[in-house]
């Protein structure tokens, strides 16, 4: 494995100079285009943003090679990516949100995904900025502030060019040990059912999206994701090592129109989805099986190589004549100041690893070959 400083200054420079290209044009088509049609701006940026986040895909397949165990039924897997869908799913690991990534990806609608996120994320360099221009919904997770952007936020989507996936990680945090604790405490206050495996639902937002969606939204993607025992959870820094790993999601489709009509049915179907959520994940700790869903064959397609060997070219090409124009490595002012943009990249690839790191990630030892101790640090 490459001393990991190594590995991340290429792809950092890689994704940030392309990204500001690509944030640079959606803000020109953001001020000039959108005003006239919202549409065509859409449709627009779906590809924009997808020349950026295919590298991440690129990541994930080719660089880490990540394996994606998929477990739907036939009907809902032909449907991913036709239709628009509220994807709900347990927020287990740090990179979880990048396997739906993937997953959209493979249905063709990676650009037209929008999710419901802290709004601190908003404010990471070229990521943050191209999901703000891919309209996310970014929150305080304090209902007080959240419910009436929320609405507004929703009655935008209502009239989406292309099929749309809106994720929403109703638990609201990342799942480790302390936040577990919590929950368990909580859940035998109010008599609920005990988690092992899964925080309690925040439901409210969820509750304010099923009432707002369900008139153009038909299906609910329950999405519950795992890793298995055998493997120490993937985290950012993992990935850029091209430590592979696999991971196992399972999609069951829920038709919107088939969920109750009041707030505190649609609050108590999403708790009970959560405790068959707890139940399966459960089982697949003590039994090995995941999902008595079919296994769905998703392979990786080319599309990102090409995309990043594109990037690679033009980014190539463009610094060649940047240096030969200015000369800037001739003098030592020059050298300097490429020496401190190098660690410019550093630092930002620095917030990106520890804004997707959850307190668990973040105390944990790099782990070691020996088994035992990756599946302690597994917990
Ligand atoms: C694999 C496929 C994926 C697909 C993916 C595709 C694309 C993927 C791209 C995504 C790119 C990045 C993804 C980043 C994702 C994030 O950033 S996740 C963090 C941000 N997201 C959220 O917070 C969403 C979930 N939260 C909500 O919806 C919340 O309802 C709101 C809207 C934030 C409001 O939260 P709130 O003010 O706490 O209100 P509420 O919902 O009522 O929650 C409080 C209730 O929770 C309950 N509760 C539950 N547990 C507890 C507890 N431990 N203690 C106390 N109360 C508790 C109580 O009933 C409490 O009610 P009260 O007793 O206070 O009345
Ligand atoms: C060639 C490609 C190079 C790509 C390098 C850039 C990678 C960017 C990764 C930045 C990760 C930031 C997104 C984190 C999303 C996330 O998972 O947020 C956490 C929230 O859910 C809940 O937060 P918390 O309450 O702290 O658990």
């Given at each position: 494995?490459a001393p990991v400083t190594i590995v991340i200054l290429p792809i950092g420079i890689l994704f940030i100079l392309s990204g500001l290209i690509v944030n640079i044009i959606q803000a020109i088509f953001f001020l000039l285009l959108r005003p006239i049609s919202k549409n065509c701006y859409r449709r627009v940026n779906k590809l924009l943003t997808e020349s950026l986040w295919l590298q991440l895909i690129w990541l994930i397949d080719w660089w880490a090679g990540?394996?994606?165990?998929?477990?739907?039924?036939?009907?809902?897997?032909?449907?991913?990516?036709?239709?628009?869908?509220?994807?709900?799913?347990?927020?287990?690991?740090?990179?979880?949100?990048?396997?739906?990534?993937?997953?959209?990806?493979?249905?063709?609608?990676?650009?037209?995904?929008?999710?419901?996120?802290?709004?601190?994320?908003?404010?990471?360099?070229?990521?943050?900025?191209?999901?703000?221009?891919?309209?996310?919904?970014?929150?305080?997770?304090?209902?007080?502030?959240?419910?009436?952007?929320?609405?507004?936020?929703?009655?935008?989507?209502?009239?989406?060019?292309?099929?749309?996936?809106?994720?929403?990680?109703?638990?609201?945090?990342?799942?480790?040990?302390?936040?577990?604790?919590?929950?368990?405490?909580?859940?035998?206050?109010?008599?609920?059912?005990?988690?092992?495996?899964?925080?309690?639902?925040?439901?409210?937002?969820?509750?304010?999206?099923?009432?707002?969606?369900?008139?153009?939204?038909?299906?609910?993607?329950?999405?519950?994701?795992?890793?298995?025992?055998?493997?120490?959870?993937?985290?950012?820094?993992?990935?850029?090592?091209?430590?592979?790993?696999?991971?196992?999601?399972?999609?069951?489709?829920?038709?919107?129109?088939?969920?109750?009509?009041?707030?505190?049915?649609?609050?108590?179907?999403?708790?009970?989805?959560?405790?068959?959520?707890?139940?399966?994940?459960?089982?697949?700790?003590?039994?090995?099986?995941?999902?008595?869903?079919?296994?769905?064959?998703?392979?990786?397609?080319?599309?990102?190589?090409?995309?990043?060997?594109?990037?690679?070219?033009?980014?190539?090409?463009?610094?060649?004549?940047?240096?030969?124009?200015?000369?800037?490595?001739?003098?030592?002012?020059?050298?300097?100041?490429?020496?401190?943009?190098?660690?410019?990249?550093?630092?930002?690839?620095?917030?990106?690893?520890?804004?997707?790191?959850?307190?668990?990630?973040?105390?944990?030892?790099?782990?070691?070959?020996?088994?035992?101790?990756?599946?302690?640090?597994?917990?």
């Open positions: 494995m990540i394996k994606i165990e998929l477990h739907t039924d036939s009907e809902t897997f032909q449907l991913m990516g036709k239709e628009n869908a509220l994807v709900i799913c347990n927020h287990r690991s740090d990179i979880d949100w990048l396997i739906g990534w993937v997953l959209a990806q493979r249905s063709g609608c990676l650009g037209s995904t929008v999710a419901i996120m802290k709004k601190e994320i908003k404010f990471l360099p070229v990521l943050g900025w191209s999901m703000w221009f891919a309209e996310y919904i970014f929150l305080e997770r304090n209902w007080k502030k959240d419910e009436t952007s929320l609405k507004s936020n929703f009655k935008h989507l209502e009239h989406m060019p292309l099929p749309f996936w809106l994720a929403l990680f109703v638990e609201g945090t990342r799942f480790t040990q302390t936040k577990l604790l919590q929950a368990q405490e909580f859940a035998a206050s109010k008599g609920l059912p005990i988690p092992r495996n899964v925080l309690i639902p925040r439901t409210k937002g969820f509750v304010t999206a099923v009432n707002n969606l369900r008139t153009f939204v038909p299906a609910i993607y329950d999405c519950t994701y795992a890793v298995p025992k055998s493997e120490a959870s993937p985290t950012l820094l993992r990935i850029f090592k091209g430590i592979s790993s696999s991971v196992k999601v399972q999609i069951k489709r829920q038709k919107m129109v088939e969920l109750p009509e009041t707030d505190d049915g649609i609050a108590q179907w999403c708790k009970d989805a959560f405790v068959a959520k707890d139940a399966l994940l459960e089982k697949y700790n003590t039994t090995e099986i995941f999902s008595d869903q079919e296994l769905q064959q998703i392979h990786r397609p080319k599309i990102s190589v090409l995309v990043v060997v594109c990037w690679l070219c033009l980014l190539g090409f463009l610094l060649y004549e940047f240096f030969q124009l200015t000369s800037l490595l001739s003098s030592w002012v020059g050298i300097l100041f490429t020496v401190l943009f190098l660690l410019l990249v550093t630092v930002i690839m620095e917030i990106f690893i520890h804004s997707s790191q959850s307190e668990r990630s973040k105390s944990m030892v790099l782990p070691t070959q020996d088994p035992l101790k990756q599946n302690l640090l597994h917990q």
